[in-house]
């Protein structure tokens, strides 16, 4: 049975963030994109759990940035979850927060180029200024493309950023690949390498010159890296 692709945004993106790789997706199976709230990752990997369970046959969940925790906090009897593809995502391990992850080696510079916006029911949400989200988030895409991207950006809470995970990691029990990008500002390269490796990554692709967006500037490559996920979990 093919896999359903389950693919999970990351923080200052949304949904059309994944137009590069659909055309490059199978089209004899089902890809859903899931709309990531950004509000907690416990309250969005439940929401995540919730479409899981209902979801036939094996599952393949990809997550991008924020997206990685999400699809780590998915625990392992939502359904047949047969593999994971982090996208310059985090793969955090139990009581680690994104933020922790993003400071197993230093470089990042997220933090510097944030806006933050105080909620009325509480806590904090979180922008990229507009006129720094390209150098941060996107230096290997096109200006106007990037403008894009910067005005639809979908704000995070900096609660969630900085929000433990919990006990279990879907990525203990469940086979993981990785792709990320050598000039990944938000999650420095190093900080990947040691979250695929603790993983037991399957695959891991580094791509050089990449940004954080690495699944829009290779779309190529990523999708290749998806593709081996599905075929492996097809196969199993």
């Not at 991008?64 to 939502?78: L, N, Q």
């Not at 720094?132 to 200006?143: E, G, I, N, T, V």
């Not at 493309?145 to 919990?166: D, H, K, S, W």
Request: aromatic share 6%; with cysteine; proline share 6%.
């Amino acid at each position: 049975m093919t896999p359903t692709i389950v693919l999970v945004h990351g923080a200052y993106a949304e949904s059309s963030s994944w137009d590069g790789l659909l055309d490059r997706l199978p089209t004899d199976g089902r890809v859903i994109a899931f709309a990531n709230p950004l509000r907690s990752v416990a309250t969005d990997a439940a929401l995540l759990t919730d479409l899981v369970r209902t979801l036939d046959g094996p599952v393949v969940l990809v997550g991008h940035s924020y997206g990685g925790a999400v699809i780590s906090g998915v625990p392992a009897d939502a359904g047949d979850v047969t593999a994971l593809v982090y996208i310059a995502g985090f793969a955090l391990a139990p009581g680690e927060s994104a933020g922790d992850a993003s400071a197993l080696v230093p470089g990042s510079t997220l933090g510097d180029t944030l806006v933050p916006v105080p909620l009325a029911g509480g806590g904090t949400d979180t922008y990229i200024a507009q006129e720094k989200y390209h150098a941060q988030f996107c230096a290997d895409l096109p200006a106007a493309e990037a403008t894009r991207m910067a005005i639809t950006q979908r704000p995070v809470t900096q609660e969630a950023l900085f929000e433990p995970a919990g006990g279990q990691a879907l990525w203990q029990t469940v086979p993981s690949w990785f792709v990320f990008g050598e000039l990944d500002h938000n999650i420095p390269v190093g900080a990947h390498r040691i979250m695929a490796e603790r993983a037991g990554a399957r695959e891991t692709v580094e791509i050089a010159g990449a940004s954080h967006v690495v699944g829009i500037s290779h779309a190529d490559e990523v999708a290749k890296v998806v593709l081996d996920a599905v075929g492996a979990a097809g196969a199993s």
